[in-house]
């Protein structure tokens, strides 16, 4: 079954596969993203969908990824800077900050330098441990795609209108127009 996602506040299949998934006898996740992964031809593609690579191995094959045809999108883990990904933010039409886990708020800054200061206007996705509650903050950071658990996609568009009210200024693009920061 092809994975669903909630993307610009609409469930949608997800039209993008990562680079892990193709490529035989490599873990999936946090640790694949981390691994140094074997240079191979991916196996199997979904007809027209990006593909998601490592930021590793964009930066230890760039030439290699400059040459593909297709769309391409970069997966950061948290302790990646964004600063390295910046002058190649062109050639990506998304961008994915993973969370590892429940403590882990980095993606949150990723996604807003991403946002303001390297005024990124692609895909960003929020990856890995992303839960209903986060949906709105992770928005308001500027995320706008959000790969949540399968049990709790049903519900997640309700996550924007949970909240009525903020207490910091933020980069509000996620949101949907009604719910913007003024």
């Known amino acids: 079954m092809p994975r669903q996602l909630l993307r610009d506040n609409q469930i949608v299949i997800d039209d993008w596969q990562y680079l ?3 490529e035989p006898g490599v873990a999936t996740g946090v ?5 140094a992964a074997p240079v191979v031809a991916p ?3 979904i007809e027209g969908a990006g593909l998601i690579i490592p930021f590793d191995r964009w930066r230890t094959e760039r030439d290699r990824w400059l040459a593909h045809p297709g769309r391409l999108g970069v997966v ?9 990904l910046a002058p190649d933010l062109a050639h990506f039409a998304l961008v994915a900050a993973e969370f590892p ?3 882990d708020g980095r993606g949150y800054t990723q996604g807003r330098l991403l946002r303001e200061r390297y005024q990124f206007r692609g895909e960003l996705r929020a990856a890995g441990y992303v839960r209903r509650d986060q949906l709105f903050f992770l928005a308001r950071c500027g995320f706008n795609s959000f ?3 399968e049990n709790e996609l049903a519900g997640a568009a309700t996550a924007f209108s949970t ?10 693009e996620g949101l949907p127009h009604k719910l ?3």
């Open 163 to 172: 909240y009525t009210a903020e207490y910091q200024p933020a980069n509000d």
């Open 76 to 84: 950061l883990l948290p302790a990646h800077k964004v600063e390295q």
């Open 31 to 35: 640790a694949a993203a981390a691994a």
């Open 147 to 149: 790969q949540l658990a």
């Open 43 to 45: 196996t199997a593609t």
């Open 20 to 22: 892990t998934e193709l």
């Open 101 to 103: 886990g429940p403590t």
């Open 180 to 182: 913007r920061h003024r």
